[in-house]
T-cell receptor, first 115, second 113 residues
Framework: GAVVSQHPSRVICKSGTSVKIECRSL??????MFWYRQFPKQSLMLMATSNEGSKATYEQGVEKDKFLINHASLTLSTLTVTSAHPEDSSFYICSAPPGGSPGYTFGSGTRLTVV | GDSVTQMEGPVTLSEEAFLTINCTYTATGYPSLFWYVQYPGEGLQLLLKATKADDKGSNKGFEATYRKETTSFHLEKGSVQVSDSAVYFC????????????FGPGTSLSVIP
């Protein structure tokens, strides 16, 4: 089946540094990738939608200069959290539609802790 | 706008008990409906889905029926196991695979031996 590989699974960084999260579609082409954020014991909130070869679309309230999204190829999308602060600590998950029918394939998530 | 409501948790059941997690939705048109499961520390996995009214999705002993008249998609399992302990999310999306998915708040299930 369709697989989305997400790395790293866990990262701890110092406040003020930047962190890059990668999502790769392994056996299908992902022209679209969705990025979600999940706070503890809460649901997933869509942050942005990336499309290969064009600018990402951000949801209301999401700072585009802080959460940089790049969709450089049909199999790779990246989310960079710039100048991270403790309040950015969260679980970030990517997902992509494998095509053909509704529903997404999700990455395994990245636990970001900013200290 | 479109939304999904599901029963509040946490839900604690004994092994082999019957499970129901209620889910209702509000949407324009005829959305596709999903149940996703998230095990501790992991991403989401699609558990089952239904794309039109009266469809029944099923997987791993779990079932849910798309009820248009009651705008519901309740999740059921006849006999839960400890390994079913997870958070369950009801969700909806449009008909195409590129439509945004809207998630419910999630219901945490703990199954005790």
């Amino acid at each position: 089946g369709a697989v989305v590989s997400q790395h790293p699974s866990r990262v701890i960084c110092k406040s003020g540094t930047s962190v890059k999260i990668e999502c790769r579609s392994l056996d299908f082409q992902a022209t679209t990738m969705f990025w979600y954020r999940q706070f503890p014991k809460q649901s997933l909130m869509l942050m942005a939608t990336s499309n290969e070869g064009s600018k990402a679309t951000y949801e209301q309230g999401v700072e585009k200069d802080k959460f940089l999204i790049n969709h450089a190829s049909l199999t790779l999308s990246t989310l960079t959290v710039t100048s991270a602060h403790p309040e950015d600590s969260s679980f970030y998950i990517c997902s992509a539609p494998p095509g053909g029918s509704p529903g997404y394939t999700f990455g395994s998530g990245t636990r970001l802790t900013v200290v | 706008g479109d939304s999904v409501t599901q029963m509040e948790g946490p839900v604690t059941l004994s092994e082999e008990a019957f499970l129901t997690i209620n889910c209702t939705y509000t949407a324009t048109g005829y959305p596709s409906l999903f149940w996703y499961v998230q095990y501790p520390g992991e991403g989401l996995q699609l558990l089952l889905k239904a794309t039109k009214a009266d469809d029944k999705g099923s997987n791993k002993g779990f079932e849910a029926t798309y009820r248009k008249e009651t705008t519901s998609f309740h999740l059921e399992k006849g006999s839960v196991q400890v390994s079913d302990s997870a958070v369950y999310f009801c969700a909806l999306s449009g008909k195409t695979s590129y439509d945004k998915v809207i998630f419910g708040p999630g219901t945490s299930l703990s199954v005790i031996p």
